[in-house]
């Protein structure tokens, strides 16, 4: 049996019986009474009046006021379609037009669904005009607002939210609380301080469904406020920030939002400057829920091939997903050919769009730090922790890497830890305090074992007492916290796997810590760091500083391998797919 949408007939049976008047798209000048007679005439003579759709014409001052005292005899209206209509006004006469039609509204006791002024030069000029109206029991009962290519500026939107949060209060207390469903504001030039401002109507209200603020000059900064908005949204199901400068500092605060949007329907960040790092951060969030996807366009971010994988893998379960935009990144003739290839294998293979614009000739990957301090020139005070991108034309420095015929890859920010110095890829008994001595550890021992310089060989791990390994390696690990900890985790990991090609008790004991790992990395919450520095070690991402890893990787690769066959449920559906469509591009 069909699903059917209650709310959906409720709505479209309300709008067949809505009556109203229409004079759009005449293109006429209306700077008089007299110009716009025909419509008071038609205020006055008709008993219902729904809706008054005035756009596609220019009104002056007289003309609205004339509008305004027409609109006064009608409290059963509810929607103003009022976009384009102050072209060719001088500033002064919109925000009085305005304030004429708004009068006219409240005098009527009118009680606005819908509010339509896009394309309307409006600017922190006009807002003075409207701001009345915005703080009026008329908007009490507001569902959509439009404000699509008004030029509000920083100040403008400053002004409406504040004007917003003001009605918000007093319908609060009025007992009919403002729940605002639609919210339209692009090409406005909110940048940050505009974008901050307007998360905070987000933020108060929790009541949006669709949200669209493409064009704005907003950076990472103002994308991260708006993302704790969207996060008190939990209804929300469209969501466009198209054309916005988002990058992978922004991608990551929006990913924490997606995790309080599960019903999430459309998603538009195109052109936002994602690259690689920005789509793990979406793919991680959207892989385990989000099954009412239907749209996804993430074209034109400079997302290369690593990049492009990840995010087919995350989408490959979502049952309703009917278009999946990613041309113009930098994927490559091999690249889009993996893509085409996992996508064949998805719920909806026909979703994937064509690629008709790669960005990746004859470009090189770009810093990509440097591209998020270019596009920020305010709060940087949290950037310490990115390290550079590097060019993946540049040698590999893993002997593996040729005969394995594996793409060199690009990594997350490393650890930054006093157990691991930043040019070594394992831990140095001598920088490791265990306890209240600094004395190193004598080997055999299954605490030298845990905290060595280098992988021992198979006659020495044979050679360790411990009837329970495993027990007496955590119980080392867990004497560590923070990074540490969750350093030692992985290295100790690492020499286990190291013999699981030659030790049937390596092999388990890789196996039982790969997913200590996986598990820890879920429960701390930083699943893609932990993965990306694991498949860093695992010579399956390239490593900002170069180096010569001492394990056997095709063994530690074998012992992630066999984790993963033993355990289907490893970590999180996003670590499981990464590991796995790695692992793959060497099979291939």
């Known amino acids: 049996m069909a699903n059917f949408d209650l709310g ?17 798209d005449k293109q006429l000048t209306w700077d008089t009474a007299e110009d716009v007679a025909d419509i008071v005439k038609a205020l006055e003579t008709t008993k219902v009046v729904h809706y008054l759709k005035l756009g596609g014409n220019t009104l002056g001052i007289d003309a609205a006021a004339a509008i305004g005292k027409g609109l006064e005899k ?21 925000p009085l037009s305005l304030k004429h039609l708004g009068n006219g509204l409240m005098t009527a006791g009118a009680k606005l669904t819908v509010l339509d002024l896009s394309d309307n030069a409006l600017g922190p000029n006009g807002m003075v005009g409207l701001e009345d109206l915005l703080r009026s029991p008329v908007v009490y009962s507001l569902q959509e607002l439009r404000l699509n290519n008004c030029g509000l500026g920083i100040g403008g939107g400053k002004m409406l939210s504040k004007a917003i949060l003001d009605c918000h209060k007093s319908s609060v207390a009025a007992g009919t609380p403002l729940q605002l469903k639609v919210f339209i504001a692009g090409r406005n030039r909110l940048e940050n301080d505009g974008a901050k401002a307007i998360a905070k109507i987000f933020s108060t209200l929790k009541t949006l469904v669709e949200i669209a603020m493409p064009q704005n000059s907003i950076y990472h900064v103002g994308i991260a406020a708006l993302a704790a908005g969207f996060e008190e949204n939990h209804n929300l199901r469209i969501l466009n920030l198209n054309d ?11 990913a924490e939002a997606f995790a309080s949007t599960p019903l999430l329907q459309e998603i538009n960040f195109g052109d936002c400057l994602l690259k690689n790092h920005g789509a793990y ?31 087919v893998e995350a989408l490959q379960n979502k049952p309703n997903l009917k278009t999946l935009n990613l041309d113009g990144n930098q994927f490559g003739y091999e690249g889009r ?27 090189d990957d770009e810093d990509e730090e440097a591209d998020d301090d270019d596009d920020d020139d305010e709060d940087d005070e949290d950037d310490d922790d990115t390290t550079e991108e590097v060019d993946e034309d540049e040698e590999y420095p893993d002997e593996d890497a040729d005969e394995e015929g594996d793409e060199a890859y690009i990594t997350s920010p490393t650890f930054t830890t006093n157990l691991l110095n930043p040019n070594e890829s394992f831990i140095s008994a001598k920088n490791v305090h265990f306890g209240d001595t600094n004395t190193p550890v004598k080997p ?7 905290l060595s310089q280098t992988p021992c060989t198979i006659e020495a791990f044979e050679s360790l007492q411990e009837s329970d390994k495993l027990s007496s390696l955590k119980d080392i690990i867990e004497q560590f916290s923070g990074d540490n900890r969750l350093l030692l985790l992985i290295f100790t990991t690492l020499k286990c796997a190291h013999l699981s090609q030659s030790s049937a008790t390596a092999l ?17 919450k930083q699943e893609r760091r932990v993965l990306n520095y694991v498949l860093m070690q695992l010579g399956l991402l390239r490593s900002e ?13 074998y012992a992630l391998r066999e984790t993963l066959k033993a355990n289907p449920q490893l970590g999180s559906e996003y670590m499981r797919n990464a590991f796995n469509v790695f692992l793959q591009q060497l099979d291939g």
């Open 74 to 94: 009608h409290p059963e209206f509810r929607k103003a379609w009022w976009y384009n209509m102050f072209s060719r006004r001088l500033k002064t006469e919109t």
């Open 337 to 363: 050919e993996r893509i085409k290839e996992i996508m064949e294998l998805s719920a909806n293979p026909g979703a994937l769009g064509s690629f008709d614009e790669d960005q990746s000739e004859g470009e």
């Open 508 to 524: 388990d004991l890789a196996k039982a810590l790969y997913a200590e790992t996986a598990d820890y990395a879920v429960n701390t």
């Open 244 to 254: 916005n400068t988002v990058t992978e500092k922004g991608a990551a605060a929006l």
């Open 545 to 557: 500083e170069k180096f010569k890893s001492p394990y056997d990787l095709k063994s530690c690769r």
């Open 8 to 24: 959906a007939i409720v709505q479209a049976v309300d709008d067949i019986k809505e009556e109203g008047l229409s004079f759009e």
């Open 444 to 450: 055999l021992t299954i605490k030298s074992f845990c």
């Open 281 to 311: 951060h979406f793919a991680e969030a959207l892989a385990e829920n989000h099954s009412q996807l239907e749209v996804v366009d993430l074209g034109f971010n400079e997302i290369g091939a690593n990049g492009g994988v990840v995010l």
